[in-house]
């Protein structure tokens, strides 16, 4: 099972950054035992100052906001929240 989610925002000097995060749950059964095991990557981030909102990939690269609320709709609430 793999999942995007909004990680918690923080806050340092009216700067807030949001992570955006890809969770993946694996169930591997041997024999009569079964293993879990899971794994967190961040995939995105926003930054919102109160000057302006911007969106980036974990590689640097820029995204639109509008790209990523559609990537992510539950980003859409929070960004707004700021």
Same mark, same amino acid.
């Given at each position: 099972? !793999? +999942?995007?989610? *909004? =990680?918690? &925002?923080?806050? $340092?000097? #009216?700067?807030?950054?949001? &992570?955006? $995060? #890809?969770?993946?749950?694996?169930?591997? #059964?041997?024999? =009569?035992?079964?293993?879990?095991? =899971?794994? +967190?990557? &961040?995939? %995105?981030?926003? *930054?919102?100052? &109160?000057?302006? +909102?911007?969106?980036?990939? *974990?590689? =640097?690269?820029?995204?639109?906001?509008?790209?990523?609320?559609? !990537? $992510?709709? %539950?980003?859409? !609430? $929070?960004?707004?929240? *700021?």
């Amino acid at each position: 099972m !793999e +999942k995007v989610i *909004i =990680g918690n &925002p923080v806050t $340092v000097s #009216r700067v807030t950054l949001i &992570p955006v $995060v #890809r969770m993946s749950l694996n169930c591997q #059964r041997s024999g =009569g035992t079964i293993s879990f095991f =899971g794994a +967190k990557q &961040p995939v %995105d981030v926003v *930054i919102a100052s &109160p000057s302006a +909102k911007r969106a980036f990939r *974990i590689t =640097g690269e820029e995204v639109s906001l509008d790209q990523l609320i559609q !990537e $992510v709709p %539950d980003i859409k !609430e $929070v960004i707004e929240e *700021i």
